[in-house]
Nanobody, 128 residues
Framework: QAQLVESGGDLVQPGGSLRLSCAAS????????IGWFRQAPGKEREVVSC????????NYADPVKGRFTISRGDDKSKVYLQMNSLKPEDTAIYYC?????????????????????WGQGTQVTVSS
């Protein structure tokens, strides 16, 4: 059974850094793209960043450009979100999601409705 597990969320001061991890297991192949989303209280879920199945294409939402970096591990079953220069407005539950594809490609998926599997989320709180 395919599943995603996020980790790395924490309470951090403004200007600090965190690295979130998304561990995938139970997938029959490595052919999946990954997206990171977040949802703050009272707000809709929004895309933060995504990476293609081959790891060569990435995309970032405007609010996090230049501060966040998405990457895939060498074994491709882990995806990381390095978050630097964190701001209070980054406070949210962060979710990773997987979209199965037929083969390795550079395709990116920017909308929550395009993803097949979701993790349970990890809380990120940025506060002094």
């Amino acid at each position: 059974q395919a599943q995603l597990v996020e980790s790395g969320g924490d309470l951090v001061q403004p200007g600090g850094s965190l690295r979130l991890s998304c561990a995938a297991s139970g997938f029959t192949s490595d052919y999946y793209a990954i997206g990171w989303f977040r949802q703050a209280p009272g707000k809709e879920r929004e895309v933060v960043s995504c990476i293609s199945s081959n790891g060569l294409s990435t995309n970032y939402a405007d609010p996090v450009k230049g501060r966040f970096t998405i990457s895939r591990g060498d074994d491709k079953s882990k995806v990381y979100l390095q978050m630097n220069s964190l701001k209070p407005e980054d406070t949210a539950i962060y979710y990773c999601a997987a979209r199965k594809v037929l083969y390795y490609s550079g395709s990116l998926f920017l909308h929550a409705s395009e993803y097949d599997y979701w993790g349970q989320g990890t809380q990120v709180t940025v506060s002094s």
